[in-house]
């Protein structure tokens, strides 16, 4: 692994560059130099972790294989997915797993890094959340998913040493119909008050309440939902829905329709496919807080209202189906599995009308 000094135009200052060639995918032979390293040593580092990520095999380095697995992943995956992921893996794998060879990682290092993420407290001596412990070990399952499948790693050690965390939260935190019109009650901006009024009555997502334009607003009093906003260095990007069936066409209560009609004929000069709402996720985490304290509520995030919801249209009586339609939900069963202990009152009461529909019967007359 050769290395290279070289001086400037200065004529002072002296640099490295590696040299070196390699064969790629597709075989073929091709030439890498690259400059501008201060030391032999990082020059000679540069051309290591090159050709180790052209290494098929799990006896690559596991910061290698990150790299190799984001680059494939950015071609199939949302910028915001992305960025959640990369953020994952930076501070919660590359630090334990960077430096060791993928074919090294067994269960018992597995479980010693899940033990010291269970074990972790910050400075006010909170843990790490069941559900963000979940996710972690999720995301290391995933890239070892990906070694099995690509650098023939012979089996995901995370699958023999177990997961971590819960893949929801014990406790839901949701407002009832007469918290939220207290806590609407204390908003002044006109504009903040709608948009929670529209995420409430809605069980809108906040990236898609973000993304609605005057044109999203149909006549029938319907919301036609089909895109999503997310602003990611400073970039703002209207993104396909989460899923198919999360594009969806929604029907609203009448006075939701009328707000909003009302207050987008006040905006001067907007256009059909002009955002209707100009800030940002982090202002309504602001503002929530802001006026749910003012209210004397207990605080909820943003996307607990999607919750609330819900919430509400089971008390109403609404059928699992219905609300997995109008939450853009994949399927019935990630309605269920969400909001399952919502419902634990349902058995009960449907044994309650089984014995009603019995005792109501005609009974038969003997022969």
């Given at each position: 692994?050769?290395?290279?000094?070289?001086?400037?135009?200065?004529?002072?200052?002296?640099?490295?560059?590696?040299?070196?060639?390699?064969?790629?995918?597709?075989?073929?032979?091709?030439?890498?130099?690259?400059?501008?390293?201060?030391?032999?040593?990082?020059?000679?580092?540069?051309?290591?972790?090159?050709?180790?990520?052209?290494?098929?095999?799990?006896?690559?380095?596991?910061s290698?294989?990150?790299?190799?697995?984001?680059?494939?992943?950015?071609?199939?995956l949302?910028?915001?997915?992305?960025?959640?992921?990369?953020?994952?893996?930076e501070?919660?794998?590359?630090?334990?797993?960077?430096?060791?060879?993928?074919?090294?990682?067994?269960?018992?290092?597995?479980?010693?890094?899940?033990?010291?993420?269970m074990?972790?407290?910050?400075?006010?001596?909170?843990?790490?959340?069941?559900?963000?412990?979940?996710?972690?070990?999720?995301?290391?399952?995933?890239?070892?998913?990906?070694?099995?499948?690509?650098?023939?790693?012979?089996?995901?050690?995370?699958?023999?040493?177990?997961?971590?965390?819960?893949?929801?939260?014990?406790?839901?935190?949701?407002?009832t119909?007469a918290?939220?019109?207290?806590?609407?009650?204390?908003?002044?901006?006109?504009?903040?008050?709608l948009?929670?009024?529209?995420?409430?009555?809605?069980?809108?997502?906040?990236g898609?309440?973000?993304?609605?334009?005057?044109?999203?607003?149909?006549?029938?009093?319907?919301?036609?939902?089909?895109?999503?906003?997310?602003?990611?260095?400073?970039?703002e990007?209207?993104?396909?829905?989460k899923?198919?069936?999360?594009?969806?066409?929604?029907?609203i209560?009448?006075?939701?329709y009328?707000?909003?009609?009302?207050?987008?004929?006040?905006?001067?000069?907007?256009?059909?496919?002009?955002?209707?709402?100009y800030?940002?996720?982090?202002?309504?985490?602001?503002?929530i807080?802001?006026?749910?304290?003012?209210?004397?509520?207990?605080?909820?995030?943003?996307?607990?209202?999607?919750?609330?919801?819900?919430?509400?249209?089971?008390?109403?009586?609404?059928?699992?189906?219905?609300?997995?339609?109008?939450?853009?939900?994949?399927?019935?069963?990630?309605?269920l599995?969400?909001?399952?202990?919502?419902?634990p009152?349902?058995?009960?009461?449907?044994?309650?009308?089984?014995?009603?529909?019995?005792?109501?019967?005609?009974?038969?007359?003997?022969?």
């Amino acid at each position: 692994m050769p290395a290279y000094k070289y001086t400037l135009k200065d004529g002072k200052t002296t640099r490295w560059y590696a040299n070196f060639y390699f064969t790629d995918w597709t075989g073929e032979k091709k030439h890498i130099c690259k400059r501008g390293f201060k030391t032999q040593r990082e020059a000679k580092e540069y051309e290591r972790s090159f050709l180790d990520q052209q290494n098929n095999t799990s006896d690559i380095l596991f910061s290698s294989l990150v790299e190799n697995y984001l680059e494939d992943m950015s071609h199939r995956l949302k910028p915001t997915t992305m960025a959640n992921k990369r953020n994952i893996i930076e501070t919660k794998l590359l630090p334990y797993f960077g430096s060791q060879k993928v074919c090294d990682i067994d269960t018992i290092k597995v479980r010693k890094w899940q033990n010291e993420l269970m074990s972790y407290r910050d400075q006010d001596g909170n843990p790490f959340s069941q559900t963000y412990l979940k996710t972690i070990n999720n995301q290391l399952s995933a890239i070892m998913n990906y070694a099995t499948a690509h650098y023939r790693l012979p089996a995901n050690p995370c699958r023999v040493a177990g997961s971590m965390g819960k893949s929801k939260a014990e406790e839901m935190n949701i407002w009832t119909q007469a918290q939220y019109e207290q806590f609407s009650a204390a908003i002044q901006k006109s504009s903040v008050k709608l948009a929670f009024d529209i995420l409430f009555y809605t069980g809108m997502r906040s990236g898609e309440l973000l993304a609605l334009t005057p044109a999203d607003i149909l006549p029938s009093r319907r919301i036609d939902i089909n895109k999503n906003y997310a602003k990611l260095n400073g970039e703002e990007l209207f993104l396909e829905p989460k899923t198919p069936k999360a594009k969806r066409c929604i029907s609203i209560p009448e006075f939701l329709y009328d707000d909003i009609m009302g207050y987008v004929s006040k905006l001067y000069g907007i256009g059909k496919g002009d955002r209707i709402f100009y800030f940002t996720k982090s202002a309504l985490d602001k503002e929530i807080k802001v006026n749910a304290a003012k209210a004397g509520l207990p605080t909820i995030r943003v996307h607990d209202l999607r919750h609330s919801h819900a919430s509400m249209l089971i008390e109403m009586g609404f059928a699992p189906l219905e609300i997995a339609d109008r939450l853009g939900h994949e399927s019935v069963k990630t309605t269920l599995d969400t909001y399952s202990h919502l419902y634990p009152d349902k058995d009960q009461h449907l044994a309650n009308r089984l014995n009603q529909f019995r005792r109501a019967a005609p009974e038969e007359e003997n022969p």
